[in-house]
T-cell receptor, first 111, second 114 residues
Framework: EDKVVQSPLSLVVHEGDTVTLNCSYE??????LLWYKQEKKAPTFLFML????IEKKSGRLSSILDKKELFSILNITATQTGDSAVYLC???????????FGTGTRLTIIP | DVKVTQSSRYLVKRTGEKVFLECVQD?????MFWYRQDPGLGLRLIYF???????EKGDIPEGYSVSREKKERFSLILESASTNQTSMYLC?????????????FGPGTRLLVL
């Protein structure tokens, strides 16, 4: 059974801190790893990673994939209160339209 | 911009009622998905559809059915609602096999079954 595990389950930090969120996966026929941010409603897409070792960046957020060790990290530098959200990672596989999601990491930024 | 809309943001129903949740996307996407999201369990796939009138069971299809009569619309049906179906329901869509596997989500329907 395909599995995606995120850690920590929740994290509380002060504004300005840097955080690292973890996502490990065990899937058959892995295609890509996706990160989403979910505030009060719909998850919004952040990154899709398919190749090992290539960092994707968007402002203060960055992410990288390690296909040998089967994990990805999401880094957020100089955190702001607007970064407070649940961060979801999901894996996709070849030959199937499904995504397998982790349970998410709830990040809370204290002003 | 991709837009996925869901018919209701909040819904309160009684046990045994038939419940319809509607999802519409405006990007001509082939694939549409219904998830439920519960604390500590993450997003779990209920059903998905890869074409009109086509459907596939996800991980937790029991107690649910779906309908896809038109490409842009995907309905989730609770034939006889039960209290354990109280949850947040999220619809998503994505393009065809050659498109990015990014899924785009609707705002969610929070369903309470009394």
């Amino acid at each position: 059974e395909d599995k995606v595990v995120q850690s920590p389950l929740s994290l509380v930090v002060h504004e300005g801190d840097t955080v690292t969120l973890n996502c490990s996966y065990e899937v058959t026929n892995f295609r890509s790893l996706l990160w989403y941010k979910q505030e009060k409603k719909a998850p919004t897409f952040l990154f899709m990673l398919t190749s090992s070792g290539i960092e994707k960046k968007s402002g203060r957020l960055s992410s990288i994939l390690d296909k040998k060790e089967l994990f990805s990290i999401l880094n957020i530098t100089a955190t702001q209160t607007g970064d407070s959200a649940v961060y979801l990672c999901a894996s996709s596989i070849f030959g199937n339209e499904k995504l397998t999601f982790g349970t998410g990491t709830r990040l809370t930024i204290i002003p | 911009d991709v837009k996925v809309t869901q018919s209701s943001r909040y819904l309160v129903k009684r046990t045994g009622e038939k419940v319809f949740l509607e999802c519409v996307q405006d990007m001509d996407h082939e694939n549409m998905f219904w998830y439920r999201q519960d604390p500590g369990l993450g997003l779990r796939l209920i059903y998905f559809s890869y074409d009109v009138k086509m459907k596939e069971k996800g991980d937790i299809p029991e107690g649910y059915s779906v309908s896809r009569e038109k490409k842009e619309r995907f309905s989730l049906i609770l034939e006889s609602a039960s209290t354990n179906q109280t949850s947040m329901y999220l619809c998503a869509s994505r393009g065809g096999a050659t498109a990015s596997e990014t899924q785009y989500f609707g705002p969610g329907t929070r369903l309470l079954v009394l």
